[in-house]
C-alpha cells in the first residue's frame, strides 16, 4: 500500500480496513487478518496497524477474540457503513460546498448530474 502525506498513516489503515468491510473482503462473524499479517501487507509498525484496529474496536465493528486476535462483528458492516455516512456528511460534504461555491458550480448543474447518474 502506498501512503500519502495528507492522512496520517493509521488513519490510511483504517480506510483500508474499512474499504475491507464495505467491498466483502473481511466477512461479519470471521477472523480479519491478525496484526502480524497486516503490518506485513501493509509494510508499516504493528503499532500503526493496532492504533487503527483500536478505532475500529471502538467503533464496535470488530472484536478482540483472546489468543485468536480480531473478528468483524456480525453487524461491523453497517456500524462502518454509518461511520462512513456521517463521515461523508461531516467533512465531504462541506468541502464540496466549498469547492462548489469557487468554482461557481450551482445546485441544479450537480443536481442533473447526480439524475443522470441514478439512471446508470
Known amino acids: 500500500m502506498e501512503f500519502n502525506d495528507n492522512k496520517p498513516i493509521y488513519r490510511q489503515i483504517l480506510d483500508y480496513a474499512f474499504h475491507c468491510i464495505l467491498s466483502g473482503v473481511w466477512i461479519s462473524g470471521e477472523m480479519i487478518p491478525s496484526v502480524r499479517e497486516l503490518t506485513a ?4 509498525n504493528n503499532r500503526t496497524v493496532l492504533k487503527a484496529l483500536d478505532e475500529l474496536q471502538n467503533l464496535h465493528a470488530i472484536e478482540s477474540r ?8 456480525k453487524n461491523g458492516v453497517e456500524i462502518v ?9 461531516e ?17 441544479d448543474e450537480v443536481a442533473t448530474i447526480l439524475s443522470k447518474a441514478d439512471n446508470k
Open 41 to 44: 501487507e501493509l509494510g508499516v
Open 66 to 73: 483472546r489468543g485468536m486476535g480480531f473478528l468483524l462483528a
Open 81 to 89: 457503513r454509518n461511520e462512513r455516512k456521517r463521515e461523508f456528511f
Open 91 to 107: 467533512k465531504t460534504i462541506p468541502g464540496l460546498i466549498e469547492e462548489m461555491m469557487i468554482l461557481g458550480i450551482t445546485s
